[in-house]
């Protein structure tokens, strides 16, 4: 489990950031420019492409961790 913000006008970055470390699960925030919105909240197409592309980037880490854990459990 991994917490993020999907960036717009009613997100909260620090609440995010906040609710990963009172659970104690990773916060992936990938923080990108010149992100618009097609409805003043939702990210427009191309926004989301790039937003999720730095977050993909940014999760693989966490994943690899997750990943080799498991199977360290195994």
Not at 12 to 32: C, D, N, Q, Y
Not at 41 to 64: G, I, N, Q, Y
Request: proline fraction near 7%; hydrophobic fraction near 40%.
């Amino acid at each position: 489990l991994v917490i993020t913000v999907v960036p717009s006008q009613y997100a909260s970055p620090r609440v995010g950031k906040e609710i990963a470390e009172t659970l104690g699960l990773p916060f992936v925030l990938p923080r990108i420019g010149n992100l618009t919105t097609y409805d003043g909240s939702h990210l427009s197409l191309r926004s989301a492409e790039r937003w999720t592309k730095a977050f993909v980037r940014e999760f693989e880490p966490v994943l690899d961790r997750c990943m080799s854990e498991g199977s360290a459990a195994s």
